[in-house]
């Protein structure tokens, strides 16, 4: 079952704007990861976050964390229309293997 | 080679048909995945192969057949599909099954089409 929600379910902004994503969970996490999928394609791992951590940025990506309200936000800065997709985070559990998804969201981002 | 194909693209059979989904990797990986993804929703966890073994099945009906030949490959045996199997089936191979803090990599997927 997936126990990841996201929200928005859609985003839509204009080049150059930023895009926020956000993410929740139910249960205990080892880490939580963000990946994008372009329309019909495999998925692409962009980050990864430990329970530990409360931020992370890779690039234009700016993770947070808080597992007090399990709760994650995935922030992409100066988006590009290359950038639209669709974004889903993932949990994986304490001990390892599976990762659940959440429902996604759906960025577009108009030139 | 950071990279997971699968063959074919697109595949259309008839509900009598009999087909196969390849699935390879050559980044070491001792952890490979099947997952099923429907129109705007998230993949759904298939089968996991750890080792070249069947480690988790998610009560998947007994249509779907998997098969690890070896560390680098891994196949989805079709017989008997149903129009809602319909779907992008997407590979994906990982380090180690024990070890989530490194990601999955997934191939593009076989859009599959049941008629």
């Known amino acids: 079952s997936q126990q990841g929600e996201e929200d928005p379910q859609a985003l839509s902004i204009q080049e150059g704007e930023n895009a926020t994503m956000n993410c929740s969970y139910k249960?205990?996490?080892?880490?939580l990861q963000w990946y994008r999928q372009n329309s019909g394609r495999g998925l692409v791992h962009l980050i990864l976050i430990r329970s530990n951590e409360r931020e992370k940025h890779s690039g234009r990506l700016r993770v947070t964390l808080d597992t007090s309200k399990k709760s994650s936000s995935l922030l992409i800065t100066a988006s590009r229309a290359a950038d639209t997709a669709s974004y889903f985070c993932a949990t994986a559990p304490p001990g390892g293997s599976r990762l659940t998804f959440g429902e996604g969201t759906q960025l577009t981002v108009n030139p | 080679d950071t990279e997971v194909t699968q063959t074919p693209k697109h595949l259309v059979m008839g509900m009598t048909n009999k087909k196969s989904l390849k699935c390879e990797q050559h980044?070491?990986?001792?952890?490979m995945y099947w997952y099923k993804q429907k129109a705007k929703k998230p993949p759904e966890l298939m089968f996991v192969y750890s080792y070249e073994k069947l480690s988790i099945n998610e009560s998947v009906p007994s249509r779907f057949s998997p098969e690890c030949p070896n560390s680098s490959l891994l196949n989805l045996h079709l017989h008997a599909l149903q129009p809602e199997d319909s779907a992008l089936y997407l590979c994906?191979?990982?380090?180690?099954?024990?070890?989530?803090?490194?990601?999955?990599?997934f191939g593009p997927g076989t859009r599959l089409t049941v008629l």
């Open positions: 249960t205990s996490i080892n880490n």
């Open positions: 994906a191979s990982s380090q180690v099954l024990e070890r989530t803090d490194r990601g999955q990599f």
């Open positions: 980044m070491g990986h001792r952890a």
